[in-house]
T-cell receptor, first 114, second 111 residues
Framework: KAGVTQTPRYLIKTRGQQVTLSCSPI?????VSWYQQTPGQGLQFLFE???????NKGNFPGRFSGRQFSNSRSEMNVSTLELGDSALYLC?????????????FGPGTRLLVL | DQQVKQNSPSLSVQEGRISILNCDYT??????FLWYKKYPAEGPTFLIS?????DKNEDGRFTVFLNKSAKHLSLHIVPSQPGDSAVYFC??????????FGTGTKLQVIP
């Protein structure tokens, strides 16, 4: 069974630009969650999607948005990039909402904002 | 406001000895706690969890202890192995709410 895949794996952008990250969950998983990992803050929850609907949202500004498609694939968008958005963005999928024990993470997309 | 804190950024332990990773939390509404392990260039993987109705949960070499009065949990790895070298994240949640993670502790097991 293929794992969670994230594209691209690395990305360099400049301040003010926008970026879209993609996540393909494990086949059959309907929940996708996004996290931001930085050295100082650790892993911070961004949002969770289940059945194309956002179910939970973390404390991030509106510049961070996401969506989920009918095939459970998800995208995350960050607009008007800031230097502080440089981080590893992790996507995780699980069969159902809130099922952290059966949650599988992708390898992440490392974003560098210059 | 860090509701889940891992105050030790790193820990070194000799192979075969016990590794103890600590985690403190401030939100008394948390009712479920998890530990994840993360290797470089990989996403975190679920390791072990504990519900707030228990004070101990064991899975092989891994045991998690929960002290609700102190709002403290710890992960014990016995015996430690070089393959356990990774970053360990403590996490907590309430019901169906979002999971809150700690900042992680990097464990190095020295052969």
């Amino acid at each position: 069974k293929a794992g969670v895949t994230q594209t691209p794996r690395y990305l360099i952008k400049t301040r003010g630009q926008q970026v879209t990250l993609s996540c393909s969950p494990i086949s059959g998983h309907r929940s996708v969650s996004w996290y931001q990992q930085t050295p100082g803050q650790g892993l911070q929850f961004l949002f969770e999607y289940f059945s194309e609907t956002q179910r939970n949202k973390g404390n991030f500004p509106g510049r961070f948005s996401g969506r989920q498609f009918s095939n459970s694939r998800s995208e995350m968008n960050v607009s008007t990039l800031e230097l502080g958005d440089s981080a590893l963005y992790l996507c995780a999928s699980s069969p159902s909402q809130g099922a952290e024990r059966t949650q599988y993470f992708g390898p992440g997309t490392r974003l560098l904002v210059l | 406001d860090q509701q889940v804190k891992q105050n030790s950024p790193s820990l070194s332990v000799q192979e075969g000895r016990i590794s103890i990773l600590n985690c403190d939390y401030t939100n008394s509404m948390f009712d479920y706690f998890l530990w994840y392990k993360k290797y470089p260039a990989e996403g975190p993987t679920f390791l072990i969890s504990i519900s707030s109705i228990k004070d101990k949960n064991e899975d092989g070499r891994f045991t998690v202890f929960l002290n609700k009065s102190a709002k403290h949990l710890s992960l014990h790895i016995v015996p430690s192995q070089p393959g356990d070298s990774a970053v360990y994240f403590c996490a907590a949640k309430t019901g169906y709410q979002k999971v809150t993670f700690g900042t992680g502790t990097k464990l190095q097991v020295i052969p």
